[in-house]
Structures are given as C-alpha cells and as structure tokens.
T-cell receptor, first 113, second 113 residues
Framework: QQQVKQSPQSLIVQKGGIPIINCAYE??????FPWYQQFPGKGPALLIA?????SEKKEGRFTISFNKSAKQFSLHIMDSQPGDSATYFC????????????FGKGTHLIIQP | NAGVTQTPKFQVLKTGQSMTLQCAQD?????MYWYRQDPGMGLRLIYY???????DKGEVPNGYNVSRLNKREFSLRLESAAPSQTSVYFC????????????FGDGTRLSIL
C-alpha cells in the first residue's frame, strides 16, 4: 500500500521553465510534508517543508503548494537551472516527522541548457 | 562538521553472510533512522530510534536488527544476507522534535550475490 504517490517519474524541462512535481497522500494523520533533493551518489537533502495549516510556502526559487481537502501537494521550481537536475522526493509523516518519513517514489528531473 | 557518517561506502557479500552497517552523527541529535533505497521505490524506513535506548520497527524491518550503541551511533545488522537485501542503505538523524529536518549520510551501497 503506497501511502504517498508521486508523479511524474521523470521530467525534462528547458532552462528557465517551471517544473512541477505532484504528490498525493492517503493518511489524514500526516502532518509534516518535506521535499528532498538527491544528487547521484549522495544522500537526500531537505529542500523545503510545509505543514497542512499552510497553503503555500516559498523558499528562494522553490515553492510548495498544499491542498488539504484534496490531500495533494506539489513542488514548483521557478527559473529552473541545469544545476537543479536531480531526483526529487516528496515525503510525509505523523507527529511532525519524529517517527520517520514515508517517501514517494521520486522524480528524476533534467533541466536542459 | 561531518554530520552523518556511514561506513562502509561499498560492500559485496555472499548470500548467508552477516554484516553490520555503521552510522554515527556529530550533531547531538536524539533520533536516528535507517532507510533503504531501491530503484523506482523511493526510500523505505527499516528501523528508527527515537532516543538513546529505544528502537522501533519501520515499514520493512524483516531480516534486519539494529542497535543504538549510544547517542551518536546507530548500527544496522544483516544476520543472513539475501539477494533481496541488495540496496543502498541510508542513515539519518534529527533532533526528534516536531518539524525538524532529517539529515542523511551518503549511503552504503550493498550488493549480495
């Protein structure tokens, strides 16, 4: 049973475009929704996170949109750059993340120059 | 500041052999986690330790044991390795308080023949 569904699996965008990655969750007890970025050979690193009482959060070029009623959230990358090429994972957890994260399957993003 | 350090970085085992993966963090974090990452599967939680002296099962604990040796160290043991345990293993840590990011090591790449 996949509790966090992520799409698309892969995405190619031209430099300057706005890639959008979507996630949907089932468990209404989830209350913490982080996004992680992973480069080849490295561990995931936190990009941005949101709680369900907020509909949108921006940090630099990265924005999370959150729709609690639809149980969906998405990541937007503004003015994308080739250096943003990486695998992105959405995740969710209960209790603010202390008990571990449930990850989506990941999106392999390529930003073409 | 090293963060989360995992050893070894690579290992090849034969079916039935045993092995312990080591993880240490220098951030004075209370909580530590073990995940496995398989192609197209995202990261899945194996075990976690909310605080020194406690451990709990995650999503995929079968075939693994863990030890929280002290506040800094959290090891993962495969008693009798199986080809299905071929994976990249990530250790992570965080403060244990709500909405705090998990910090990941760079992983151990384990192949079981």
């Amino acid at each position: 049973q996949q509790q966090v569904k992520q799409s698309p699996q892969s995405l190619i965008v031209q430099k300057g475009g706005i890639p959008i990655i979507n996630c949907a969750y089932e468990n209404t007890a989830f209350d913490y929704f982080p996004w992680y970025q992973q480069f080849p050979g490295k561990g995931p690193a936190l990009l941005i996170a949101i709680r369900p009482d907020v509909s949108e959060k921006k940090e630099g070029r990265f924005t999370i949109s959150f729709n609690k009623s639809a149980k969906q959230f998405s990541l937007h990358i503004m003015d994308s750059q080739p250096g943003d090429s990486a695998t992105y994972f959405c995740a969710a957890s209960k209790g603010g993340g202390a008990d571990g994260l449930t990850f989506g399957k990941g999106t392999h993003l390529i930003i073409q120059p | 500041n090293a963060g989360v350090t995992q050893t070894p970085k690579f290992q090849v085992l034969k079916t039935g052999q045993s092995m312990t993966l080591q993880c240490a963090q220098d951030m004075n974090h209370n909580s530590m986690y073990w995940y496995r990452q398989d192609p197209g599967m995202g990261l899945r939680l194996i075990y976690y330790s909310a605080s020194e002296g406690t451990t709990d099962k995650g999503e995929v604990p079968n075939g693994y044991n863990v030890s929280r040796l002290n506040k800094r160290e959290f090891s993962l043991r495969l008693e009798s390795a199986a080809p299905s345990q071929t994976s990249v293993y990530f250790c992570a840590s965080n403060t244990g308080y709500s909405n705090q990011p998990q910090h990941f090591g760079d992983g151990t790449r384990l192949s079981i023949l």
